[in-house]
Each structure stands twice: as C-alpha cells, then as structure tokens.
T-cell receptor
Framework: GAVVSQHPSWVICKSGTSVKIECRSL??????MFWYRQFPKQSLMLMAT?????????EQGVEKDKFLINHASLTLSTLTVTSAHPEDSSFYIC???????????FGAGTRLSVL | GENVEQHPSTLSVQEGDSAVIKCTYS??????FPWYKQELGKRPQLIID?????GEKKDQRIAVTLNKTAKHFSLHITETQPEDSAVYFC???????????FGTGTRLTIIP
C-alpha cells in the first residue's frame, strides 16, 4: 500500500518554457502533498505544502509565481515550473500523506534539465 | 524553524561491522523522527521511525534511539551488507503541520 506515482521521471526542456510534473497517490487519499527539490549530493529541501482544495503554502525563498502548485483532488497534485531556466535544473520529488498519518510516502522523482 | 544536523557526511564500514549515524534537532516541539534511505536517482524509502514518547525502536538489523533531553537521535545498522550502501537522511517533524525537516545526509559505503 501507500504508493505515490510521479510523472514524468525525466524531462528536458528549452529555457523559457514551462514544465508540468504530476504527483498521484494511487491507493490512498492524500490530504496533503509536499514538493521538494534536491540538488546533486544534497538534501531534500521543502518547496511547498499543498492541501486539497486550498492554496499551497510556500517555504521562504520559493517563488510562488515560478513554481505553481495545484492540488485539485485528493489523489493529484501538480507542480508547474514556469519560464524554466538552467538554474531550475534539479531533481523534484513529491510526497504525500493521508489524514491523521504523519508518514510521508515519496514519488520516484522527476529529473528536470533546462537547456 | 526546525534545524536538523547530521553526522558524519560520509561513512565507510567493513561488511559485517556496525554503522552509526547521528542527528541533532533544534525544535523541542518535534515529536516524530523518521530515517530514509535513498539510492542514487531513486525515491527516499522510509526504513524506520520513532516518536517522542519512545526511547528506542528496533527492526531486525536497524535500530533508532532518541534522547529528547539532548535533542538527538541516532540510526544503528548492525551486520552491515553491501546492499546497505546508500545515502541516509534523518528528519524531524513537529507533528502540527507534518512538515519534515531533513538532515544533510550520510553517504554510507559498505566495503566487501
């Protein structure tokens, strides 16, 4: 149980374009989803917390207009990197929890390369 | 906010020996402490967790200890095997908002 699917696993895009990453909870309802960014050989840095049906809460220093998060249903959250630039190249990982359970289950991650 | 420090950053252990990774946290309100294992390019996998009302938890070769007074917790892996080689992250959560603050990670290498 507790499977989180993330798509795509790898994306290459041109500078200035937008990229959408999907995160789905396959066998449970995710009341809260988290989005992390991980640079090579570094830790996971929380970008934002999203709750179904409400606006995401962004961590300090994360541009909300650049990283658009939508949590439209209890099984789907999306992260859109708008006007991507090479410095946005990173490994983006989502996680999800079900109400009342604190354990976070992670997606497999999306490697974004911006040329 | 919470700050989690993790040591060492790299650790090499002979196969069969034990490995210990230590973390400290700053927020006394934190009450949930998971440990994740991440292989290269893969998702973090929860390997063990502990809550603040427990001092120690064990699952086969893996154990975690928590000292609330000192605000530190440790991961112990006994009888290490080559497949234990990975990056290990500790994390802390205050429970109220369920956010996890991660440590900086430990790259564990098991030497055959």
């Amino acid at each position: 149980g507790a499977v989180v699917s993330q798509h795509p696993s790898w994306v290459i895009c041109k500078s200035g374009t937008s990229v959408k990453i999907e995160c789905r909870s396959l066998d449970f309802q995710a009341t809260t989803m988290f989005w992390y960014r991980q640079f090579p050989k570094q830790s996971l840095m929380l970008m934002a917390t999203s709750n179904e049906g409400s606006k995401a809460t962004y961590e300090q220093g994360v541009e909300k207009d650049k990283f658009l998060i939508n949590h439209a249903s209890l099984t789907l959250s999306t992260l859109t990197v708008t006007s991507a630039h090479p410095e946005d190249s990173s490994f983006y990982i989502c996680s999800a929890i079900s109400g009342g359970v604190v354990i976070q289950y992670f997606g497999a991650g999306t490697r974004l390369s911006v040329l | 906010g919470e700050n989690v420090e993790q040591h060492p950053s790299t650790l090499s252990v002979q196969e069969g020996d034990s490995a210990v990774i230590k973390c400290t946290y700053s927020d006394s309100a934190s009450n949930y402490f998971p440990w994740y294992k991440q292989e290269l390019g893969k998702r973090p996998q929860l390997i063990i967790d502990i809550r603040s009302n427990v001092g120690e938890k064990k699952d086969q070769r893996i154990a975690v200890t928590l000292n609330k007074t000192a605000k530190h917790f440790s991961l112990h892996i006994t009888e290490t095997q080559p497949e234990d080689s990975a990056v290990y992250f500790c994390a802390a959560s205050s429970g109220g908002n369920e956010k996890l603050t991660f440590g900086t990670g430990t790259r564990l290498t098991i030497i055959p």
